[in-house]
């Protein structure tokens, strides 16, 4: 270092070129996977899986550039569907795996001066009246020597050092509790007959799901009467680095100032497994593969989080002669050819009873004719029913007798057309 050269203007340009080499690359999570901000997180899933399915590699094989932008999607589902990965996020502008939720907190109060959080895990020059729980009195700088060595040179240690000691990971003892954490969703899959889909249906089930602890309330300890022995009931303790005071939260007692111990229920995690019987209604109509959305029955929260949503994923049965499209209802009838060729009103199964069909004259086989709003009542929109769709098989008689033979003989005579006559010029 030069005489001339001031150590704070050196120390800053220092604590600048190592924001830059630890700044991580910023990525627009919400604009890759074309959300708001506000997106909550039924939104996110959606939009991740929809892209999912367009970029995936198995969709898309030896395609690299959506094999990047699966990857892209991923990362960014992975961090935006985790509630506490999401706000480090949200706070700090990227996610890192090594950023203490407290910093990054820390960091958004101080509206991410250089004085708040840095990349990397420690604070800037800046702390005091950022709101940051850190008392600077009685420390001196020169303790740390030059520039060279508040960032950890010979002789020094780094402010990131002394700080990632104390907030880096869930070893330190300053901290603070987990917050709340949104339960997980729960996916069932249920099979149904063909006329339970149909006509509705009400399916009692049982549901192993994750439940608060009811012995703890969620929060994962017990308090007991009295004053913590290690803050001596203030909640926070002092610690020191050198000359350095910091006031964190008291590791023993989590902040509150009463003694507290571990639930021996939970464990510690707030939540226990259950088994909760549920009855489920099926709407009439119910399509195979639809999915029955049942908000707040998923798996509880942890430490004070909401729960989960459960989602009831249906599988509908088939049916021997019946055959069922979206809303609309196949089937297939054989005809005699004397129906076909004269026409005719026949008698036809619908899933409300029988029907008559007129078949016009001189109807094909494979022909198919509708029946409107004979199908599957629509479990989405009232008052909106399929069609009935029959096709035509026509039956040719086995001919014994040589009368019958006689007069189709002259069936054949009277009517001399060859139905293989458009087929030829096509050879």
Known sequence: MRASEPAGEILSEEQSDESKELMPATKDYYGILGIKKTASGEEIRKAFRKLA???HPDVNPGDKKAEEKFKEISEANDVLSDPKKRKIYDQVGFYSDNIDPATAA?????????GGYAPGGGFGEGSRGQGVPFDFSGFDF???????????GPGGSSFRDIFSG?????????VADEGPEEGSDLEYQVNVGFWQAIRGAELRLNIARQDVCSNCHGTGYLESPGVCPECKGAGQVTQTSGRMKFNVPCPRCGGTGHPRTVCNVCRGEGVVNRTDPLTVRI???????????????GNAGAH???????YIIVRAGEHPVFRREGD????TVPVTSTEAALGAKIEVPTIDGRTQLKVPPGTQ????LRLREKGVPSATKDGVRGDQIVEIKIIVPKVHDERSKEILRELARLNPEDPRAEIWPKV
């Open 142 to 152: 020169s303790d740390l020597g030059g520039a060279g060595q508040a960032r950890g």
């Open 106 to 114: 820390a960091y958004a109060a101080g509206g991410g001066r250089p």
């Open 283 to 297: 709407k009439p109509g119910t399509r195979d593969g639809q999915r029955i959305r049942l908000a707040g029955k």
């Open 53 to 55: 399915r367009k970029y």
């Open 166 to 174: 104390i907030f880096g990971g869930r070893g330190g003892a300053g």
């Open 328 to 331: 609309d209802i196949h089937i």
């Open 365 to 368: 086989s494979g022909q198919r």
């Open 304 to 310: 004070g989080g909401p729960p989960g949503d459960l």
